[in-house]
């Protein structure tokens, strides 16, 4: 069966600091990948998504970026964090008919 | 712009009450649709989709979701809730072949014993 992991399950980072958060798929191959982030109050908005191996689009201008080093691992990354980047992280796969997610980072900064 | 809304942010109510949450989307063309949920500590998981077809889904634990598509809307229901149905649930839509889901703003329910 297919498993997606994220870590760290929890982050707190000062404004300025880099940031990288990983994703993991097990159990399948060349899966498209997505990150999504939900702001306090809001619904989910999809951030990145790749279809291979350094294929990566962005959907919203932003502080972040993405890359894809190998079939199953999708990294967010940011050389500075801004206060605006505090946020729940989602990474995702899809399959056949859904996507599935990962546990999720909870990331704050201060 | 394209946009998925769901009309309650915070539902309350008790246990053996039915439940209905509203979503409408402003995509044309053909879209698939979806409502995911999140209880507590746990995945965001799915609850049930439409693809095509008959315009009344089941899902999981006793949910359906009715696909009105001249109001643009997916609304979910339950016709009697458990506690255990408290979660935050996700209306999404898929416009494209890449898979790529727009949600809703969610809808936080709490179900009172």
């Known amino acids: 069966s297919q498993t997606i992991h994220q870590w760290p399950a929890t982050l707190v980072q000062p404004v300025g600091s880099p940031l990288s958060l990983e994703c993991t798929v097990e159990?399948?191959?060349?899966?498209?990948l997505y990150w999504y982030r939900q702001a306090a109050g809001r619904g989910l908005q999809l951030l990145f998504y790749?279809?291979?191996?350094?294929?990566i689009s962005s959907e919203v201008p932003q502080n972040l970026s993405a890359s894809r080093p190998q079939d199953r691992q999708f990294i967010l990354s940011s050389k500075k964090l801004l206060l605006s980047d505090s946020g729940f992280y989602l990474c995702?796969?899809?399959?056949?008919?859904?996507?599935?997610f990962g546990p999720g980072t909870r990331l704050t900064v201060l | 712009a394209q946009s998925v809304s769901q009309h309650n942010h915070h539902v309350i109510l008790s246990e053996a009450a039915s439940l209905e949450l509203g979503c409408n989307y402003s995509?044309?063309?053909?879209?698939?649709l979806f409502w995911y949920v999140q209880y507590p500590g746990q995945h965001l998981q799915l609850l049930l989709k439409?693809?095509?077809?008959?315009?009344l889904v089941k899902g999981i634990k006793g949910f359906e979701a009715e696909f009105i598509k001249s109001k643009f809307s997916f609304n979910l229901r339950k016709p009697s809730v458990q506690w255990s149905d408290t979660a935050e649930y996700f209306c999404?839509?898929?416009?494209?072949?890449?898979?790529?889901?727009?949600f809703g703003a969610g809808t936080q329910v709490v179900v009172t014993p």
């Open positions: 995702a796969w899809s399959g056949r008919s859904e996507q599935f």
């Open positions: 159990g399948t191959s060349n899966p498209n």
């Open positions: 790749s279809v291979g191996i350094g294929q």
């Open positions: 995509y044309g063309g053909t879209v698939n």
């Open positions: 439409y693809f095509s077809g008959d315009p």
């Open positions: 999404a839509v898929n416009a494209d072949s890449w898979g790529k889901l727009q």
